[in-house]
């Protein structure tokens, strides 16, 4: 157990339904990142937070959106779903943002999202 | 934007052969890291890399950033079943932002 917890493991929907999914960080952690892992493929950031802010933005699509709340667990929201955006979808969090170890990430388990 | 390659994209190795992943940044990295992702797994962090030039060693595994901070390679000797996974480097450059590299899927035939 890493210490990083996602909610759901396994989610099938159809296309065009919108999914949460949830994240919370190890304790203490303070960044929360998300990455998109398509079959067999590499890890794609989506977005970070901070201590609720925003910090960093990737290939983030407008169809998705996040956010990280007071008690610093975050939320990934997919809309309009379509079967490409089928893929495990991992969060991790950091330690300490600016110290040495600032970017090093724990992940957690992951959320497998298979749309139909 | 940066971009991180890494190579090979596959490797199958024979148990107790050595083996070798590169790592390369398109722009200077601040550090570097490596996680491993076992089969069905998540990527777990194994080490990070600071110093240019720095070599850092795990039992069999050997890590180096190379001397420009653009580059890195992980080398495994004598791989075993249990190394069996992908293999990302990830790098920071800029503002905490990790780009993780493409990764090198390792298979060990016994």
């Known amino acids: 157990d890493s210490g990083v917890t996602q909610t759901p493991k396994h989610l099938i929907t159809a296309t065009g339904q919108r999914v949460t999914l949830r994240c919370s960080p190890r304790s203490g952690d303070l960044s929360v990142y998300w990455y998109q892992q398509s079959l067999d493929q590499g890890l794609q950031f989506l977005i970070q937070y901070y201590n609720g802010e925003e910090r960093a933005k990737g290939n983030i699509l407008e169809r998705f959106s996040a956010q990280q709340f007071p008690d610093l667990h975050s939320e990934l929201n997919l809309s309009s779903l379509e079967l490409g955006d089928s893929a495990l979808y991992f969060c991790?969090?950091?330690?300490?943002?600016?110290?040495?170890?600032?970017?090093?990430?724990?992940f957690g388990a992951g959320s497998r999202l298979t749309v139909l | 934007g940066q971009q991180v390659m890494q190579i090979p994209q596959y490797q199958h190795v024979q148990e107790g052969e050595d083996f070798t992943t590169y790592c390369n940044s398109s722009?200077?990295?601040?550090?570097i890291q490596w996680y491993k992702q076992r089969p069905g797994g998540h990527p777990v962090f194994l080490i990070q890399?600071?110093?240019?030039?720095e070599v850092k060693k795990q039992k069999r595994l050997t890590f180096q950033f190379g001397e420009a901070k653009k580059n890195s390679s992980l080398h495994i000797t004598a791989t075993q079943t249990t190394d069996v996974g992908t293999y990302f480097c990830a790098g920071l450059a800029g503002y905490q932002k990790v780009t993780f590299g493409t990764g090198t899927k390792l298979q060990v035939i016994p």
């Open positions: 890399l600071v110093k240019s030039g």
């Open positions: 722009t200077t990295l601040s550090n």
């Open positions: 991790a969090s950091s330690v300490d943002p600016t110290g040495t170890r600032a970017n090093v990430l724990t």
